[in-house]
C-alpha cells in the first residue's frame, strides 16, 4: 500500500506536459553527453579515453549542426565538463518544455568482441530470462550507477530498482504516452547511423534508464560504439569519424523533425481532420462527474472552457492512471489528440479548478473549445 501511494504520488508530480504553448512544432530539444566530470563512463583498456570526453564531442558538434540548419530549434546540451546528476538532467529537459531528449553514450562490454551501436527507449526488455535481457540489463546498471556518486542518492532515488516489476510497470506508465513518438525517433536513428563509421546495427530495444523514465517526453539513449572494442576505439577516437556520427544524428533529427511538425501543424490553423461535436463537447458532464456537480446532459452548449493536460500522437483510454481519476475530454486533429479536463461552461469556475489540477499537472493551462476550434486561454 505504501509502494502504491508513493507511485501515485509520483505520478501526481510527474504529470505529462503538454505540446508547449501555441508553438507546437518541435522547438526544443535537449543533447545529453553521458557521465561527465568525477564520472568518466567506460574507459578504454590503456585508460586514455573516456567515455565522458567522446560524448561530450559529439554533443557538441550535434548541437552545432542543428543551431546552423535549424536555427529556430533551441538546443539545450545538458553539462560541460561538470558532473550532473541523472535526476538533474531529465529536469533540465522538463522545465525546458523540451520536445526531444536525446542521451548519448559509448557502450563497454568484459569481452572485446562486442562492437556496435544500439539505441534504447524506455521500458522493460520483452526477453527476460534470455542472454540479451541479462545483457541489455547489465548495461542499464551501469548507466543508472552513476546514482551512486551523489551524496544523498539514498533519499532523492529511494524506491528505484530497475529489476523490481513494479518499478518497470511505473516506469512504462511514465514513458507511456511517448512510447510511439520515442520508438519512431528511434528507427530514424538507426537507419541513419548505419550509414556511418561505425556499422555494426545492435537494434533497438525497451530498457529502464533512469535518465528516460524521468523525461516526460519522447527519449532515446544511444550508444554510439563499444569502447572496449579495438575498432569501434581506433573510430571514436578519429575527429573525422566523430563527425560523421554527429551528422548521422543530425540528419535523423531533421527527418524526425519534418514529421513532427508536420503532424501537429494542424493545430496552428483551421484543422484539416475537424473534431466532431461528440468529441469537442462532452466535457460538461464529464466534468460534472469529477466534481461531484450534477450532470447536465441535454444542455448544449457553442463554448466550453477546460484544463488541457497533455497532448500526444495516441490513444489513452478513459480511466488510465495518468488521469488521476479525472475523466478527460478528447479534441481531435490530424495525428495529435489534446487531453482536457475539469471542464465548464463558466470559465470562472475553470479557473477555480485550475489552481488544484496543475499542482499536478505542472505544465497545464486552460483552454477554450468552440464550435471546431481549441485554443489557450491567458
Known amino acids: 500500500m505504501k509502494r502504491t501511494i508513493c507511485i501515485l504520488l509520483s505520478l501526481a508530480l510527474c504529470g505529462a506536459p503538454v505540446l508547449a504553448g501555441n508553438d507546437l512544432g518541435l522547438n526544443t530539444v535537449v543533447i545529453d553527453p553521458g557521465h561527465g566530470g568525477k564520472d568518466p563512463g567506460a574507459v578504454s583498456a590503456d585508460r586514455k579515453t573516456y567515455e565522458k570526453s567522446i560524448v561530450l564531442d559529439i554533443a557538441t558538434r550535434l548541437k552545432r549542426k542543428i543551431s546552423e540548419g535549424c536555427p529556430e530549434v533551441n538546443v539545450i546540451v545538458t553539462r560541460g565538463q561538470e558532473f550532473i546528476s541523472l535526476n538533474d538532467r531529465a529536469e533540465k529537459a522538463n522545465k525546458a518544455g523540451a520536445n526531444l531528449f536525446i542521451s548519448l553514450h559509448i557502450n563497454a562490454a568484459p569481452r572485446s568482441a562486442a562492437n556496435g551501436f544500439s539505441v534504447h527507449c524506455m521500458g522493460q526488455s520483452s526477453k527476460k530470462n534470455t542472454d540479451l535481457y541479462e545483457y541489455n540489463m547489465n548495461i542499464c546498471k551501469r548507466e543508472n550507477s552513476v546514482i551512486l556518486l551523489e551524496d544523498d542518492y539514498s533519499t532523492k532515488y529511494e524506491g528505484f530498482n530497475p529489476e523490481d516489476p513494479e518499478s518497470n510497470i511505473f516506469m512504462q506508465l511514465m514513458q507511456n504516452a511517448y512510447l510511439e513518438q520515442s520508438l519512431n525517433f528511434a528507427g530514424t536513428v538507426k537507419k541513419h547511423l548505419k550509414d556511418g563509421p561505425i556499422k555494426a546495427d545492435r537494434g533497438i530495444s525497451q530498457d529502464p534508464f533512469y535518465v528516460l523514465w524521468k523525461t516526460a517526453m519522447p527519449s532515446v539513449l544511444v550508444e554510439l560504439g563499444f569502447i572496449s572494442n579495438p575498432s569501434d576505439l581506433a573510430v571514436l577516437r578519429e575527429a573525422e ?77 478513459s480511466g488510465a492512471p495518468e488521469f488521476l481519476g479525472y475523466e478527460p475530454v478528447v479534441v481531435k486533429g490530424t495525428k495529435v489528440l489534446k487531453y482536457v479536463i475539469g471542464a465548464d461552461t463558466e470559465l470562472s469556475v475553470v479557473r477555480e479548478r485550475f489552481e488544484a489540477i496543475r499542482k499536478k499537472y505542472p505544465d497545464s493551462y486552460i483552454v477554450k473549445i468552440e464550435g471546431d476550434s481549441i485554443s489557450q486561454v491567458r
Open 241 to 317: 569519424n566523430r563527425e560523421k556520427i554527429a551528422d548521422c544524428l543530425y540528419r535523423a533529427f531533421v527527418e524526425y523533425k519534418a514529421a513532427y511538425d508536420k503532424s501537429v501543424s494542424v493545430d496552428s490553423k483551421a484543422s484539416a481532420e475537424q473534431p466532431t461535436k461528440a468529441e469537442a463537447k462532452p466535457a460538461v458532464p464529464e466534468a460534472a462527474a469529477v466534481s461531484g456537480e450534477p450532470a447536465a446532459e441535454d444542455v448544449q452548449q457553442d463554448v466550453i472552457y477546460g484544463v488541457q493536460i497533455f497532448a500526444v500522437g495516441r490513444k489513452i483510454e
